[in-house]
């Protein structure tokens, strides 16, 4: 497992110093989730993803690098609002707040996967949280995390539909921005427009896993599955469709 250490850090915001976490990158084992959520022994790290400072709440991959204006935008009630939410784990309000900072910039599509990595620490909380309960004895306890999931869910398509419109890419393949975005609304029950985007990026013409991850996702859709599912089911369930076998009486090229 790859060693924590921390580095002092200077916020840009405040000009306050605070010792943050960094962790040297660990070799993964499993699936991916369709949304690119990393297996649990490559998210053990997700608390050293983004920064926040103890003095102002800045967060953001770098408090020393944030985008031009975050001060106004972490002085705001909204912003301040989201950092103490008691609706969301601390770290997910971390991951919005970096949203916000992000989405003031007009940076929308590193705005939506904050959101997207918001989502993902509620997922953890109500993992945990279903097989151990409120071990803890809080009031974390009663917290709806997988409500809090979906609404990281929601504001991220709306931040990446933004980003989309402006031109700002998020997936390096194409139908992968279409899969990811997909994948987003299927797990918060808007499967007719998830079944929109997956013909979307059908129609850009994807190749090999991104194709079958479209694919995937529409057999999802159709049958209203919200459940979290993995690249690696994706391809298993490839391999085990019925394969059509060639017409009698013409070779491969079709001629009789």
Not at 81 to 88: I, M, R, T, V
Not at 91 to 112: K, R, T, Y
Not at 178 to 191: G, K, P, Q
């Amino acid at each position: 497992m790859p060693k924590t250490t921390e580095k002092q850090k200077k916020c840009a915001v405040c000009g306050g110093t605070s010792a943050q976490p960094s962790v040297r990158a660990g070799k993964r084992h499993g699936s991916p989730d369709l949304d690119t959520r990393p297996p649990a022994n490559a998210r053990f790290d997700i608390d050293t993803w983004v920064q926040r400072c103890p003095s102002c709440g800045l967060c953001f991959p770098d408090i020393a690098k944030p985008p031009s204006g975050a001060i106004g935008i972490v002085q705001s009630d909204a912003y301040q609002e989201q950092l103490q939410s008691e609706g969301f784990p601390k770290l997910a309000n971390s991951f919005l707040c970096w949203s916000l900072v992000e989405e003031q910039a007009g940076n929308f599509a590193n705005a939506g996967w904050a959101c997207i990595h918001a989502a993902w620490v509620c997922d953890d909380a109500a993992d945990f949280s279903r097989l151990y309960g409120n071990v803890s004895g809080s009031k974390m306890g009663t917290r709806d995390e997988t409500a809090a999931a979906t609404l990281c869910r929601a504001k991220a398509v709306k931040l990446l539909k933004r980003a989309r419109d402006l031109g700002q890419g998020f997936g390096a393949q194409a139908g992968s921005e279409e899969a990811l975005m997909a994948d987003l609304l299927r797990r918060i029950a808007r499967f007719e427009s998830a079944l929109k985007m997956v013909q979307f990026g059908i129609d850009a013409g994807p190749r090999g896993v991104v194709d079958t991850v479209l694919r995937f996702e529409k057999e999802l859709a159709e049958k209203r599955d919200t459940d979290v599912h993995t690249i690696s089911g994706a391809l298993k369930w490839k391999n085990e469709l019925p394969q059509t076998p060639e017409p009698k009486g013409k070779d491969v090229t079709g001629q009789a």
